[in-house]
């Protein structure tokens, strides 16, 4: 069986039978479990997960060695002597220490998109993958499903606001979102370092954090004092202008913030002209 979620986001347990594009030549029954080669199995291209404990993987073969394979796997064919993984990965890398030939499996007619989504709802309702991993989950649904950030943390049971701060964390360079993933810095010392602008100072943060073991009250210091000596772009002065002017350029500026907040990444900016005050703002497009 499919996790329950999985009906959140559109996904059956069965194929539409009208649907001539989710029929292979062979009809399977989708409660059916068929032994299928190891070897002819491959990792689902489309796992969330970028780190396989070998000592867990390990536990795991000891296990399924002692008990037998208590749950199938769930793959998909992709050609008449290969399948590709939909759920179940960490049993199948566990089943090929123990060198057995064949693997218990249900087979299930599912597209890319299905694949896809199965893999990462899996995996975030197991709660093992690092926060990388989760808010890299998050952006591939938002993404396959169209969906807002409301909604997708409607369809997984949490908070909007822990969604958008999870996902604000892929703003984050490479080597710092490798540093969360290595358990070399927690998700707090990254989300502190959201708000060192430049690229470089944050890199030098980041060695400095590893090095000296800082913690994360020690970096938010840190972080303190490099913006502090960091020059600030000021905003026009509101000279001359009236209550109600003034009450508005502040509701606009503080309305930027709280969608900044959310993890959108607006770009800004404030002109002060001889006759108008000016707000450009860009909004990055959704990626295709």
Same mark, same amino acid.
């Given at each position: 069986m499919l996790h329950p979620f999985s009906r959140l986001f559109g996904l059956g347990d069965k194929s539409d039978p009208n649907n001539s594009e989710n029929q292979n030549e062979e009809e399977y029954n989708p409660d059916e479990i068929m032994q299928v080669p190891v070897g002819s199995i491959q990792p689902n291209r489309y796992q969330p997960r970028a780190i396989f404990n070998d000592e867990k993987i390990s536990e795991l073969a000891q296990t399924l060695h002692t008990h037998g394979m208590i749950q199938p796997i769930v793959l998909r064919r992709l050609n008449e002597e290969q399948f590709e993984i939909i759920a179940g990965e960490r049993r199948w890398r *566990?089943?090929?220490?123990?060198?057995? !030939?064949?693997? @218990? *499996? =249900?087979?299930?007619?599912?597209?890319?998109?299905?694949?896809?989504? %199965? $893999?990462?709802?899996?995996?975030? &309702?197991?709660?093992?993958?690092?926060?990388?991993? !989760? $808010?890299? +989950?998050? *952006?591939r649904l938002l993404e396959i499903h169209e969906l807002t950030q409301e909604a997708l943390a409607q369809r997984l049971g949490k908070n909007q606001s822990?969604?958008?701060?999870?996902?604000?964390?892929?703003?984050? @360079?490479?080597? %710092? &979102? &490798? $540093? %969360?993933?290595?358990?070399? =810095?927690? !998700?707090?010392? +990254?989300? $502190?370092?959201? *708000?060192?602008?430049?690229? !470089?100072k944050q890199s030098k943060l980041l060695q400095e954090i590893i090095e000296k073991q800082l913690n994360v009250k020690q970096t938010e210091d840190r972080i303190s004092k490099i913006n502090d000596d960091t020059p600030k772009k000021k905003k026009p002065k509101l000279k001359g202008v009236n209550k109600d002017m003034r009450i508005a350029m502040n509701t606009i500026r503080q309305s930027l913030d709280m969608v900044t907040d959310t993890g959108v990444d607006l770009e800004t900016n404030e002109e002060d002209h001889e006759d108008y005050y000016q707000f450009t703002i860009k909004i990055p497009k959704k990626k295709s």
């Open positions: *566990a089943v090929q220490t123990l060198e057995w !030939e064949t693997i @218990p *499996a =249900i087979i299930r007619d599912m597209d890319d998109t299905q694949t896809a989504s %199965v $893999a990462l709802i899996e995996n975030l &309702q197991r709660e093992e993958l690092t926060v990388i991993e !989760e $808010a890299r +989950a998050y *952006a822990t969604v958008a701060n999870k996902l604000r964390l892929l703003k984050l @360079p490479q080597s %710092v &979102q &490798q $540093a %969360v993933m290595n358990k070399e =810095i927690t !998700e707090r010392h +990254a989300r $502190a370092l959201i *708000a060192v602008k430049d690229e !470089e």
